[in-house]
């Protein structure tokens, strides 16, 4: 069949330059230590930060949310499906995030990527002649949402607020968007979001901030990158994932309450598709206690920890640490097939790192993604970084 030869003719073409990823099944549960084809591997790859995924407080809060409020929502927000659990969850979220913002109101969605799309369309769904500023490093999905809206998006470079100024001065659009990631998911840094806020500000665009990685993990009650850098502002629109530090799923916007109605009544990613089920609302009301609790405060400290223990540890001449103090820590190696021999190596030896490739990351920046998470004890922190120091001094005899 013609149809299917020719999309076997573009897999193998992905085959021959290195780029077919393969999923592998889990089959514990997330945390520090999984099993793989009845194999017990020690995982430097997701982004469970805090360790909450597995957390057993958490998991009965699923349980009792399952009893109070059964398996589905069975619609829609904006139909039937928008329940208790839903609207303590948003108002809860509200208060974790609210400091930063003004007449703080919050959103919740099934995933972040959702959440990306929605913010995009419905910031511009009254404004065909709105642009977005959109730094270089940002996720996929707030591209996507960029592409969704339909408007004319300007890319600046990466971290290069001079770009944006003059991109920013030369817009004589009424309705201009800066979006921006706050911690870039593939390097690991921050971007200088007072910096950033300062001006929008002063040229009247929203910020929306995509604090996937940070929410949960800055700021010293884990409410995030606007906590860390203490910003308010009613130019802020706050975007933070659920499926990360929080240890369960699904997004969230928050911003001042014209931007959640508008959300509300115009965000397609929003109106036409069913809400989360209502349990997993539930453990978040759980999650976001350990957060903002003691456990959370101790949590955040061994990240911190084993990120100190990661940099003093690593010794590297080819490959480069980048400069990082997140969770994400990567291992720049350059060349595709060096980069997946080197992640194949790991796995030989129990350790489960990501190996990134373009279209992921730019040609050229293939590396090793480890993150960390407060799960990892320093001994396993410890095993990894001799595991790395190893390999890359066999370097390029790596087979
Ligand atoms: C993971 C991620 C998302 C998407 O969130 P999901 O809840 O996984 O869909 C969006 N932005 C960034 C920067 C992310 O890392």
Not at 130 to 157: C, M, Q, T
Not at 232 to 240: A, D, E, F, Q, T
Not at 314 to 330: E, V
């Amino acid at each position: 069949m013609e149809l299917l030869n020719r999309l076997n003719q573009q897999l193998r073409a992905l085959d021959e330059q290195q780029l077919i990823r393969k999923r592998r099944t889990v089959e514990s549960p997330c945390g520090p230590r999984v099993s793989v084809d009845g194999r017990e591997l020690l995982a430097f790859c997701s982004n469970d930060y805090l360790g909450l995924a597995n957390h057993s407080q958490i998991k009965l809060a699923l349980r009792e949310g399952a009893a109070l409020y059964g398996a589905g929502s069975g619609a829609s927000h904006l139909i039937s499906g928008h329940g208790r659990a839903h609207a303590m969850l948003e108002e809860r979220l509200a208060q974790f995030v609210g400091a930063h913002l003004e007449a703080p109101r919050a959103l919740s969605f099934c995933t972040g990527y959702m959440a990306n799309l929605a913010v995009i369309t419905g910031l511009t769904a009254g404004d065909k002649e709105a642009e977005i500023f959109s730094e270089a490093l940002n996720h996929a999905s707030l591209i996507d949402g960029a592409r969704l809206s339909r408007v004319k998006a300007h890319v600046y470079p990466h971290a290069d607020l001079a770009a944006l100024e003059s991109l920013l001065k030369a817009s004589r659009a009424t309705t201009k968007i800066v979006v921006t990631d706050s911690v870039f998911s593939m390097d690991g840094n921050l971007a200088p979001l007072p910096r950033l806020l300062a001006l929008c500000e002063q040229h009247n665009a929203w910020l929306v901030v995509d604090d996937a990685h940070g929410f949960g993990t800055l700021g010293d009650k884990g409410h995030g990158a606007l906590e860390h850098f203490n910003l308010r502002s009613p130019y802020l629109v706050y975007m933070g994932t659920l499926g990360k530090a929080a240890g369960v799923g699904g997004a969230f916007i928050a911003a001042h309450e014209t931007v959640i109605e508008t959300l509300i009544q115009k965000a397609r990613p929003y109106i036409f598709t069913t809400a989360t089920p209502p349990a997993l609302a539930h453990a978040l009301l759980t999650s976001l206690d350990l957060l903002e609790g003691d456990e959370g405060a101790t949590r955040r400290a061994q990240l911190q920890a084993l990120v100190a223990q990661l940099d003093d540890g690593l010794r590297l001449r080819r490959w480069q640490r980048l400069p990082s103090k997140t969770a994400i820590q990567p291992i720049l190696i350059g060349d595709n097939a060096e980069t997946m021999r080197a992640g194949a190596a790991l796995y030989e030896q129990g350790l489960w790192v990501g190996a990134i490739r373009p279209p992921t990351v730019a040609p050229g920046t293939a590396r090793l993604r480890v993150t960390l998470s407060a799960g990892h004890t320093s001994a396993e922190v410890a095993t990894l970084i001799a595991a790395l120091n190893t390999l890359e001094s066999i370097g390029k005899d790596l087979r």
